[in-house]
């Protein structure tokens, strides 16, 4: 009788103890996937019928360019404009990003290097593409910095059947063309970010499905090696909100979103390979998935392009 008597007390202090832990979370502001993406909001297919779409990135207006590395290609999307063609030449296009001056920087993975577009005419240069005698395996993805330096991953998915060369690492090159290696952890390197201060570098295995964290003291320069997440799907492109949230395609298994903290906010249930915001506001996110090119509208912010947040005047 007495444990009867016990329990119901019991429970209504441990209902109370849910209710105070449920009220404290939403007064830290814990946010929730309703909070990102309103309930019955669906993707909007904006292109379709590539080889494998890949590396979204924005420009100062919040248009967006992504490239279909099978078919040596990069397409254009101008805000409410159908999708059409930049450039046809670009040998297995890949992971891409804007520096301060509007130029469009280009991993072409099968011709073993990173170049720069001039958007307005559409000419190349080479930014790097070989290290200690040595071509690189199949650049993969990039983070540019403020200063103009990048870092990039060089895994090998053999898209055109290559071998590999060297290990699949991570390097920087510095505004002056200087190349190092600044991470040997990953087995597959692939998507790579950097915060909007330069203070924090996100870099993506995705073989052992895991993410890593970095604390950058200078241009080229990590330090506190840490294995931050464990994840679900194997890791693609990543991309932050105005929040700090970090989304990460993982193709198949989604889109999955953490804190800053590292908390699981939740998962999208959409195919990406890659994914950043754009749009007039930057409260668009775009997402390559796979033959299909999407838009699905969010409730948050993202971090927008260096020209758009922070050009460089020539």
Not at 5 to 17: H, I, K, R, S
Not at 201 to 216: M, P
Not at 236 to 255: P, Q, V
Not at 275 to 284: A, N, R
Request: aromatic share 12%; charged share 25%.
């Amino acid at each position: 009788m007495r444990i009867a008597g016990y329990l119901p007390g019991f429970l209504c202090w441990g209902m109370l103890f849910l209710l105070a832990v449920a009220v404290q979370a939403t007064a830290a502001g814990e946010m929730t996937l309703d909070d990102i993406v309103a309930p019955g909001t669906e993707p909007i297919v904006l292109g379709t019928g590539y080889g494998f779409s890949e590396g979204p990135a924005a420009d100062a207006r919040g248009n967006i360019y992504f490239s279909d590395g099978q078919n040596d290609s990069i397409h254009f999307y101008e805000l409410g404009q159908p999708v059409r063609l930049f450039v046809d030449d670009s040998t297995d296009a890949n992971g891409m990003m804007f520096n301060r001056r509007g130029e469009l920087y280009v991993c072409e993975g099968a011709a073993y290097r990173i170049v720069a577009f001039d958007v307005e005419t559409k000419e190349k240069r080479v930014l790097a593409e070989n290290f200690e005698g040595l071509r690189f395996n199949e650049p993969n993805d990039l983070a540019i910095d403020a200063t103009g330096g990048f870092y990039f991953t060089d895994p090998n998915y053999r898209h055109r059947g290559q071998e590999t060369v060297r290990k699949e690492d991570t390097y920087y090159v510095s505004a002056d063309g200087e190349i190092t290696r600044v991470s040997t952890v990953c087995e597959k390197p692939n998507g790579v970010l950097l915060t909007p201060d330069d203070k924090v570098l996100y870099l993506a295995d995705n073989r052992t499905r895991q993410i890593y964290r970095y604390d950058v003291l200078g241009p080229g320069e990590l330090a506190n090696e840490t294995l931050w997440l464990e994840l679900d799907g194997h890791p693609d492109g990543m991309t932050l909100d105005e929040h700090g949230n970090l989304y990460i395609g993982c193709n198949k298994a989604g889109i999955e979103i953490y804190s800053p903290e590292g908390r699981k906010i939740g998962t999208l249930p959409i195919t990406a390979s890659n994914l950043c915001f754009g749009g007039e506001d930057f409260s668009t996110l775009y997402i390559t998935s796979w033959d299909k090119f999407l838009a699905l509208p969010t409730q948050v912010r993202g971090v927008a392009p260096w020209p758009a947040r922070d050009p460089l005047d020539d």
